[in-house]
């Protein structure tokens, strides 16, 4: 069931969406569809496609609603017609509606979650509530916020789309500009989720990568001219070609600088690298940077190929750009890797009081790291100790306490 609930639950809720004009109950009626699923399916077998089946039962329960509303009446009295006809017109034309794949109704969903009427936060963590089917834990570790501060979030957006009458469709021409930074930012944190797991057994979770590439080509069909669009989706394209190498045969993560080169989706470097050509080709900024990082680790052949005065170099420009507390954590990793693990331990060094960064596993990982390189081997052990204790992904923990280990084999 939580597998299918990943699979479906945001389809689902941004066909019902469009139906019942407000989010925060089509989410309802589809978890509603999806009781009705645990309740049966124990007796009657999982489908072998289970879309249409849960499409159906929430539509039964769209039905029931629309019926219940007043205004859902008056339309069908204006109509001068028997209401019975009416009644069973109007059923066939929600079940087109419902089947409807005109159009992208996960884009009209995202659009809508990046509503002016809500702040960027609020956007951004609606979003992946309804699209990435993330829990609210997660969605926290994705912001660096408390979790508390997370749900609030979620309910207050839910909230103010209802009572502005947000209407679920795609913005327009005049607003589109307004409204894409927030829609690139929730696409590029459901990659992330996908990409290094928050919690659960697995490192990563591949379906939400995929979700999010999805994404990111619709919206550069839709606009070709937007130089950020294509450098968000260079970046998602090189970070996901590495997924085949990321974990061993026994599902354990295996780090960047020793993984198999050649296991790395060579389509996908490629099409990467194309979308960053069209990015820089228009202008670009900061998801162009990121790209331009990710597309020199693959062009080199090997790690100790790898270009790292260029990436520190990006690296610096990034931050002077978009100085956010975790870019300014993978510039040090950068000047560690170029200019030596000393001038990486002093950039860390200024991030010691960064309050987003107290709970967050990589910063300890990092100094873990660079302590290693200098020899500080008792101190780098309690680093990766530390990130294993802040961590609540599984394989991640093991990684960090292997590492834990590994040091504490080294001399003092």
């Not at 045969?249 to 198999?260: F, I, N, T």
Request: hydrophobic share 45%; with cysteine.
């Amino acid at each position: 069931m939580e597998a299918v609930w990943h699979i479906e639950a945001a389809r689902l809720i941004a066909s019902l969406a469009r139906l019942v004009r407000d989010v925060g109950l089509a989410e309802d009626l589809a978890q509603d569809a999806f009781v009705v699923a645990l309740e049966q399916w124990p007796k009657t077998g999982i489908p072998d496609d289970p879309g249409p089946w849960l499409r159906a039962t929430a539509k039964h329960r769209a039905i029931d609603l629309l019926r219940r509303q007043e205004r859902y009446a008056a339309k069908l009295n204006l109509l001068g017609r028997d209401v019975e006809i009416q009644q069973e017109y109007a059923e066939k034309e929600l079940d087109a509606e419902l089947d409807d794949h005109i159009g992208d109704d996960l884009l009209r969903l995202m659009f809508t979650a990046a509503h002016p009427v809500l702040s960027a936060e609020a956007k951004a963590a609606l979003t992946l509530r309804l699209l990435g089917g993330l829990t609210t834990r997660e969605i926290a570790r994705a912001f660096l916020i408390p979790e508390p501060t997370a749900a609030q979030r979620i309910v207050r957006a839910k909230r103010a789309l209802a009572d502005a009458g947000v209407r679920f469709e795609l913005p327009t021409p005049a607003d589109l500009a307004d409204r894409l930074s927030s829609v690139l930012e929730v696409i590029y944190l459901i990659f992330n989720e996908g990409y290094s797991a928050t919690g659960g057994e697995d490192w990563a979770r591949p379906a939400l990568c995929q979700e999010a590439l999805r994404l990111g080509r619709v919206l550069t069909s839709l606009l070709p001219d937007e130089a950020e669009v294509h450098g968000l989706v260079a970046l998602m394209e090189l970070h996901a070609s590495r997924l085949p190498a990321r974990t061993d045969d026994a599902g354990e993560p295996v780090l960047l600088p020793d993984q198999d080169r050649r296991l790395w989706d060579r389509l996908l470097v490629r099409r990467g690298l194309e979308a960053l050509d069209c990015a820089e080709s228009l202008g670009g900024g900061s998801y162009t940077l990121q790209a331009a990082i990710a597309a020199c680790h693959a062009r080199g052949r090997s790690a100790d190929e790898t270009d790292w005065p260029r990436i520190a170099a990006l690296y610096e420009v990034l931050a002077y750009v978009q100085p956010t507390p975790v870019i300014l954590l993978n510039r040090a990793v950068a000047v560690g890797m170029a200019d030596g693990p000393e001038r990486g331990l002093g950039l860390l060094a200024e991030l010691a009081e960064e309050r987003a960064l107290k709970e967050y596993p990589q910063l300890p990982a990092v100094r873990g790291e660079l302590l290693t390189r200098v020899g500080r081997h008792d101190e780098a052990r309690a680093e990766f100790a530390r990130a294993a204790g802040l961590t609540r992904n599984k394989a991640e923990r093991n990684l960090f306490l292997k590492r834990a280990d590994d040091t504490s084999r080294r001399p003092g």
